[in-house]
């Protein structure tokens, strides 16, 4: 068999869904200076898959800086999810700086 005319098809990106699915990522940045200087990240990325065919995320992340002229951040990316609840908790001092993010997500099945 052969298929002359194809024009009908359209291009996909590699990152487009196409049947389902989602991604998810959290990063976290810390960086300070001085001799007495202290870094701290952490992430923790957890996915739950329910019977009735739903993906549920939980995530959080954590950025710590202490020291001369502190900097600390989280970040995340997301693609494909149906709901998203982000919470970030900043704060900072004058040798200091703290990021915290909380995230959940919930991929429905499409139907």
Do not use: C, W
Request: proline share 2%; glycine share 10%; no cysteine.
């Amino acid at each position: 068999m052969q298929i002359n005319d194809l024009s009908y098809l359209e291009n996909t990106y590699e990152n487009e869904l196409i049947l389902g699915g989602a991604s998810a990522f959290i990063g976290a940045n810390a960086y300070s200076e001085g001799i007495n200087s202290l870094t701290l990240t952490n992430t923790d990325l957890k996915q739950k898959d329910k019977k009735n065919g739903a993906s549920h995320l939980k995530g959080i992340g954590l950025a710590l800086a202490i020291g001369e002229q502190p900097t600390a951040e989280v970040y995340y990316g997301l693609d494909g999810y149906d709901k998203v609840k982000a919470k970030t908790f900043s704060q900072q001092g004058q040798n200091y700086d703290l990021e915290i993010l909380r995230l959940k997500a919930i991929d429905l099945p499409n139907k």
